[in-house]
């Protein structure tokens, strides 16, 4: 049988039935160290798409760094078909430095297509653009919540791209948020040039939420299987279906002074209902919040220090709060019943 051509990226190339971590140079720091795109290739022996799985390009979002650990010591890849390229971190200046950010305040996700003469920003954009997402059919990209709030794991769509919200159900987290493609955003500029990408949304910026790694895990494994990518042995379908949230809104604090919340993420809640209450320090004046939305929680705020109109509830639209609740539930207990994940878990 004719052996499949070898995989080539910055020069280098990958043989089929291997794997190997590619350099793609970036830039170099004030004090002369390189920075480069570390890309890590698994060609499979058998044809089939290529996807891309990326983390990092907000540099404080690093729990997509750890679920993609996990991805690459799965034993499921060594049956992998086509190709699959894993950027854990795309955004190396902010990742070294906990930062949202690069070096010059600039946000990577809003900097796409990006130029190869224009700012770091810019540049960086434009090589994980063309080098990375153009190779590919498909893109998982992970993020996280920012500094000091928390999201409920959640996969963001377009409301009308049957082909991710297919996949998105696939992938099986409790809730799918559509939302709009932004200006300069990686999703936007990568469905330009054809290439769909789902966007998985959980936990903390700077912080590790077990249940967020193993349904971004267990997801990114779902999806690969539903493109054929991956054969359904040793992956478990999700038990609950995914709530469709057309829709969402902020709740922010009427005052500012010491938060103290009553509900968290995943938590169903009905308009009026009282979700948290803020104080001043001295236990003088208490304000409750009630909230003015039915929905769902998907994202808050967890630092108690609150001003005046900061965000503190993220409640995402939902028909049935039964359904909701259900939802969480299922996913809670489905990654309860897994065992601890070690080096070589399959999900």
């Not at 690093?62 to 650990?69: P, S």
């Not at 769902?296 to 503190?312: F, M, N, T, Y």
């Not at 939802?327 to 309860?336: F, H, I």
Request: aromatic share 4%.
């Amino acid at each position: 049988m004719k052996r499949r051509p070898d995989f080539e990226i910055a020069g280098q190339f990958v043989k089929a039935g291997t794997r190997k971590t590619i350099e793609i140079p970036v830039s170099t720091l004030s004090d002369h160290t390189p920075v480069t795109l570390s890309a890590h290739i698994v060609h499979g022996r058998s044809d089939g798409p290529t996807t891309f799985v990326s983390a990092g390009i907000h540099g404080d979002e690093v729990i997509g760094v750890e679920i993609v650990r996990r991805l690459l010591r799965s034993k499921n890849l060594k049956s992998l078909r086509g190709t699959l390229i894993v950027v854990p971190i795309v955004n190396t200046f902010g990742f070294l430095n906990h930062s949202r950010y690069l070096p010059d305040r600039r946000d990577l996700n809003r900097c796409f297509p990006g130029s190869p003469n224009g700012s770091l920003g810019s540049r960086l954009a434009h090589i994980f653009l063309n080098e990375i997402v153009a190779r590919c059919s498909l893109g998982i990209d992970l993020h996280s919540a920012a500094i000091n709030r928390i999201n409920l794991p959640q996969i963001r769509v377009s409301a009308n791209n049957r082909n991710t919200m297919r996949l998105a159900k696939a992938f099986g987290a409790p809730v799918i948020l559509t939302s709009a493609l932004r200006d300069g955003s990686l999703r936007q500029e990568a469905k330009k040039i054809g290439v769909d990408v789902l966007l998985y949304e959980a936990g903390e910026g700077m912080r590790f939420d077990e249940m967020s790694v193993r349904a971004g895990v267990a997801g990114i494994l779902r999806v690969l299987k539903d493109i054929g990518q991956l054969p359904k042995a040793g992956i478990a379908k999700p038990k609950a279906a995914p709530l469709l949230c057309a829709d969402s809104h902020w709740l922010r604090a009427s005052a500012g002074g010491l938060l103290r919340m009553f509900k968290a993420e995943g938590d169903v809640v009905t308009e009026g209902d009282v979700v948290a209450a803020i104080s001043d320090p001295f236990g003088e004046d208490e304000i409750e919040i009630k909230s003015r939305y039915s929905g769902i929680i998907v994202g808050r705020a967890v630092v108690p220090i609150v001003h005046e109109g900061d965000a503190l509830f993220h409640i995402a639209d939902v028909k049935s709060g039964d359904m909701a609740e259900a939802a969480v539930d299922e996913l809670a207990s489905q990654l309860e019943e897994a065992p601890l994940f070690d080096e070589d878990e399959i999900i």
